[in-house]
């Protein structure tokens, strides 16, 4: 009798869609409990304040809250793209995101293919260690480090001296600020970001490079052959991650690297959104304007990865 209504729990529990998530969920009661405390925390800070967002169509009042406060549609996206700057913020935006990709994305892959590269695993090791080291550093010692740098009695005046080249304020206009930006972010984010590629490498069989070196092939060739390859998945995927921050840029360097030489020059959305949102204490349109951001560069991953799919399917997210 018992056997008989085991079985026929069991049944139902297999037809049962709901009873047989819950069963396996009691399976898996240990896994589930160590990702409580995680689930709790991604559902408490990131989707439980996503109810805010709906201040970007409203005409945002603190004393009445966001959902007293009155609805104005899309006015505040309307006001943003009626200012006379806003091209211009854009044009810079784009600007600023899209050699940052150029630029920035390949260099954590050169390091871990000329790390893989290399014979002596303490020399190894020792240049890992001191590539991870940028990335622990505040962003406000960085742009510290650069404008003390980039001043007439810098470090940077220093160097163009010994070559014969006159001192110049680096830190005034905009002539460097490219230069800045994305040395110290190569600087600061290759070690850290080469570590995926490190890890992707070290599964590749050694075998495969042993019947390279039986047929002749040098180091580009197995490079090409052989590591480029193991690693074009993790590539790709990073790819499409990283187009979708063309728009989001990292708004606290800017931010530090402004002066009243090249404020109007270096505002991009993030530093805009900031300036309006924060400082001016209009949340509804710096609100708004972020929610733009968020939207497009939903737009871009979606159609980069469109991209990836159809040149090769396998190498795509979804």
């Known amino acids: 009798m018992v056997q008989t209504d085991s079985a026929a729990l069991y049944r139902r529990r297999k037809q ?3 009873l047989r998530f819950f069963s396996l969920l009691w399976k898996q009661r240990a896994l ?10 991604l559902f408490l800070f990131h989707y439980g304040p996503m109810y805010g967002v709906l201040i970007a169509f409203k005409k945002y009042d603190a004393g009445l809250g966001v959902w007293r406060s009155r609805w104005v549609g899309f006015d505040n996206l309307v006001e943003f793209f009626e200012n006379v700057n806003c091209f211009k913020i854009i044009m810079q935006t784009l600007k600023v995101g899209i050699f940052s990709l150029i630029f920035t994305y390949p260099m954590p892959i050169i390091l871990a293919l000329s790390l893989n590269e290399v014979a002596s695993k303490a020399f190894k090791r020792g240049v890992q260690s001191i590539s991870y080291i940028p990335h622990f550093i505040s962003v406000v010692v960085i742009c510290t480090m650069l404008n003390e740098f980039g001043s007439l009695n810098g470090l940077f005046n220093n160097i163009r001296q010994l070559f014969g080249l006159p ?6 206009g905009t002539d460097y600020f490219m230069f800045f930006y994305i040395g110290s972010a190569i600087w600061q984010g290759a070690g850290w970001g080469s570590i ?14 042993d019947v390279a070196n039986i047929d002749g092939a040098n180091r580009f060739q197995k490079i090409r052959h052989i590591a480029l390859p193991a690693i074009l998945p993790t590539t790709t995927i990073v790819l499409i991650l990283n187009s979708g921050n063309i728009l989001s840029q990292d708004f606290t360097k800017i931010l530090l690297l402004m002066n009243n030489t090249n404020r109007t020059e270096l505002e991009v959305i993030s530093t805009y959104v900031y300036t309006m949102g924060i400082a001016n204490g209009r949340f509804d349109y710096g609100t708004a304007v972020n929610l733009l951001v968020s939207l497009v560069s939903l737009v871009l991953v979606l159609t980069t990865n469109r991209i990836v799919k159809t040149i090769d399917a396998e190498q795509a997210m979804f």
């Open 16 to 18: 049962n869609p709901v």
């Open 32 to 41: 589930v409990m160590l990702c409580i405390v995680p689930m709790a925390l």
């Open 167 to 172: 001192r110049v304020n680096m830190n005034a």
């Open 196 to 209: 995926i590629y490190l890890s992707a490498l070290a599964n590749v069989d050694t075998s495969l490079y």
